[in-house]
């Protein structure tokens, strides 16, 4: 049983870095045949999905185009977990988080969600 | 970006009666190459993460009830749920993995009459 567990801030200003972990537990980062992805949803954008990362004899990321300029998405195959980094948030990037795990394109696990608030 | 559409926003449903989902995509999510619907369908309660119901546009999820079922092709599909049971309240989605940006649906919320 695959299971995700996200860690990170619930309040980020504005201006600064959204940064957000999902360990996983159950498979690996590494894994031939998942993907590792990054969704987000709120009331004004709905479920949003915002790029991924596998490994296929090599490490790809694919990235959502409006957020290309501001995201990164990272693994750490030592700890087994990937990342989430968003730079210079808004109040428009105020949402709930998930990561989530697609096998054959669906996205079969999913995080607990992490609620980021953007403010000052 | 492929754009979903779902309709209706929202249905209320007796318990035991059917309830359907639609859903349409922009563009067709269908591959030729292996003739497979790269759409899938979810569940959502609140405060929950999304739940994998349905993939390649008809096959059920492990463990999923089998009153729910999905349908369609290329561009148009349905999910059904044939008798609904209190649990089933929820909110429910449509998504294309065919090509990226991966889309979602509006979502349809699905009430007891």
């Known amino acids: 049983q695959v299971q995700l567990q996200q860690s990170g801030p619930g309040l980020v200003k504005p201006s600064q870095t959204l940064s957000l972990t999902c360990a996983i537990s159950?498979?690996?980062?590494?894994?031939?045949?998942?993907?590792w992805n990054w969704i987000r949803q709120s009331p004004s954008r709905g479920l949003e999905w915002l790029g991924r990362?596998?490994?296929?004899?090599?490490?790809?990321?694919d990235y959502a185009v409006s957020l290309r300029r501001r995201i990164s998405i990272n693994t750490d195959t030592a700890k087994n977990q990937f990342s989430l980094q968003l730079n210079s948030v808004t109040p428009e990037d105020t949402a709930i988080y998930y990561c989530?795990?697609?096998?054959?394109?669906?996205?079969?696990?999913w995080g607990q969600g992490t609620l980021v608030t953007v403010s000052s | 970006d492929i754009v979903m559409t779902q309709s209706p926003v929202s249905l209320a449903v007796s318990l035991g009666e059917r309830a359907t989902i639609n859903c349409k995509s922009s563009?067709?999510?269908?591959?030729?190459?292996?003739?497979?619907?790269?759409l899938a369908w979810y569940q959502q309660k609140p405060g929950q993460p999304p739940k994998l119901l349905i993939y390649?546009?008809?096959t059920r999820e492990s463990g999923v009830p089998d009153r729910f079922s999905g349908s369609g092709s290329e561009t148009d599909f349905t999910l059904t749920i044939s008798s609904l049971q209190a649990e089933d309240v929820a909110l429910y989605y449509c998504?294309?993995?065919?090509?990226?940006?991966?889309?979602f649906g509006p979502g349809t919320k699905v009430d007891i009459k």
């Open positions: 998504q294309q993995y065919s090509r990226t940006p991966f889309t």
């Open positions: 159950g498979d690996t980062v590494s894994s031939n045949s998942a993907a």
């Open positions: 390649w546009a008809s």
């Open positions: 989530a795990r697609a096998l054959v394109g669906a996205f079969v696990d």
């Open positions: 990362t596998y490994y296929r004899s090599k490490w790809y990321t």
């Open positions: 563009q067709s999510v269908l591959y030729n190459s292996n003739n497979k619907d790269y």
